[in-house]
């Protein structure tokens, strides 16, 4: 099964702090997504990749940035954190989506991160 | 911008019986609809795809849809409690990578 990584695991970052989550995939997938988690919210796209040295944003961008410096990373950036965006994060990976609907999602186990 | 909404928020099921979640959504051009599981503690993974109008049955089960009345729905047979979890319906429209997720079901299936 494909497997993506994400760390750390849990992080606990100050206001107006710089943070950084990772994840690393080893399927070779061209695409790959950031998504936060909240109660009463579902899955959030914050921003996405169809490839190396490229990102797109997805629906709730502001205050993220994303960096894909190779196939296999893609890294969120909070560079001001804010207690708004203490959540659960997400990354996923997904073929080429202009493969028909063959482009099923596989995520990681996810990072918990408090802004406080 | 895409809308997908999903209901019931919660519901509950006795072990054997059958559980029935729905999912709305806004696009009209939409093609790919997806059911993704997801228990306590861990990340989301895909239960089973759909893309054409009517039925897909994967064992227990059941996807359906119906673009012309913008639906898609997934129903449980047999229900066990490891099938307790977090459900949420996905969609994606042509000539983009980007999925769209509802706000999910939390269904419990009690022994």
């Known amino acids: 099964e494909a497997a993506v990584t994400q760390s750390p695991r849990n992080k606990v970052a100050v206001t107006g702090g710089k943070v950084t989550l990772s994840c690393n995939q080893t399927?070779?997938?061209?695409?790959m997504y950031w998504y936060r988690q909240d109660t009463g919210h579902g899955l959030r796209l914050i921003h996405y990749s169809y490839g190396a040295g490229s990102t797109e944003k997805g629906d709730i961008p502001d205050g993220y940035k994303a960096s894909r410096p190779s196939q296999e990373n893609f890294s969120l950036i909070l560079e001001l954190a804010t207690p708004s965006q203490t959540s659960v994060y997400f990354c996923a990976s997904g073929v080429d989506w202009g493969v028909g609907g063959q482009n099923t999602l596989y995520f990681g186990a996810g990072t918990r991160l408090s802004v406080l | 911008q895409q809308k997908v909404q999903q209901s019931p928020e919660s519901l509950i099921v006795p072990e054997g019986g059958m559980a029935s979640l729905n999912c709305t959504f806004s696009?009209?051009?939409?093609?790919y609809f997806w059911w993704y599981r997801q228990h306590s503690g861990e990340g989301p993974k895909a239960l089973m795809?759909?893309?054409?109008?009517g039925d897909k049955k994967e064992g227990r089960f059941t996807a359906h849809l119906n673009k012309a009345s913008l639906h898609v729905s997934l129903h449980i047979k047999d229900s066990q409690p490891s099938d307790s979890a977090l459900y949420f319906c996905?969609?994606?429209?042509?000539?983009?990578?980007?999925?769209?997720f509802g706000d999910g079901t939390v269904l419990t299936v009690k022994p």
């Open positions: 696009d009209r051009n939409s093609q």
């Open positions: 795809s759909i893309f054409s109008n």
């Open positions: 996905a969609v994606r429209g042509t000539n983009t990578g980007k999925l769209t």
């Open positions: 399927n070779n997938h061209n695409n």
